[in-house]
């Protein structure tokens, strides 16, 4: 099942002689369940690319349907209720919410839409996660892996259509950044959660099944690996 199509999707950023292509013409099918990793070098336009699919900006030209839905006939507002209720969203940098405890930034999704919580799968991500332990510590008590941990448990909260995860070991040591992708993972073969993750680190792009690599805004390979 489809479950995200980008069809000749391109953005330009200025006009004459300070005009700048970011994406020029992608085309691209995911698939209900799969771990994509978009691998790219700074400047390639990955993270063009994840804007555009997160619904943070919109294509100069081209289509992106996420779960039926197409992201151009979405105004602001329904922008970012999409936003928050289909599209999962993990940064290098948490943004967590420092004055809440981890269980209150987890449900955060939840509560801004006044939305009843399914207390069996809470208890199955904040487990499998391995944080069911750590909930009613504040974020400046956990640790960087555990409070990644918490953003991916608060991208996940709402069941969303995507996650995407844009360079989400950055600002972790190695040991760490193990973990966060092995939560990933686990999250797509315990969840059957569909996940693009956003690197430029071509070891961490191998952790997944299947690696696009972008060069000056276009698609120029697409490996399925498993």
């Known amino acids: 099942m489809e479950i995200l199509k980008c069809e000749k999707v391109r953005k330009v950023y200025g006009s004459g002689d300070n005009k700048v292509v970011a994406l020029d013409g992608i085309d691209l099918s995911v698939s209900k369940g799969e771990f994509v990793a978009i691998l790219g070098a700074s400047g390639s336009g990955k993270s063009t690319l994840l804007h555009i699919l997160g619904s943070v900006d919109k294509p100069t030209s081209g289509k992106v349907v996420i779960g039926g839905t197409d992201l151009s006939k979405l105004n602001l507002t329904q922008a970012a209720i999409f936003r928050r209720r289909k599209v999962g969203l993990v940064y290098q940098f948490y943004n967590l919410i420092p004055t809440l405890t981890a269980e209150k930034n987890i449900l955060m999704p939840l509560t801004l839409?006044?939305?009843?919580?399914?207390?069996?799968?809470?208890?199955?991500?904040?487990?499998?996660?391995?944080?069911?332990?750590?909930?009613?510590?504040?974020?400046?008590?956990?640790?960087?892996?555990?409070?990644?941990?918490?953003?991916?448990?608060?991208?996940?909260?709402?069941?969303?259509?995507?996650?995407?995860?844009?360079?989400?070991?950055?600002?972790?040591?190695?040991?760490?950044?193990?973990?966060?992708?092995?939560?990933?993972?686990?999250?797509?073969?315990?969840?059957?959660?569909?996940?693009?993750?956003?690197?430029?680190?071509?070891?961490?792009?191998?952790e997944a099944g299947r690696i696009i690599t972008i060069e000056d805004g276009r698609i120029i390979s697409d490996e399925r690996r498993r």
């Open 113 to 206: 839409d006044k939305k009843k919580l399914n207390k069996e799968y809470f208890d199955k991500i904040t487990g499998s996660l391995g944080i069911a332990d750590k909930l009613d510590a504040l974020p400046t008590r956990l640790s960087g892996g555990e409070q990644q941990r918490v953003a991916i448990a608060r991208s996940l909260i709402y069941r969303p259509a995507l996650l995407l995860a844009d360079e989400p070991t950055g600002n972790l040591d190695q040991r760490n950044s193990k973990e966060v992708i092995d939560m990933l993972k686990l999250s797509n073969r315990n969840l059957e959660q569909t996940i693009l993750l956003i690197t430029h680190d071509e070891k961490i792009a191998l």
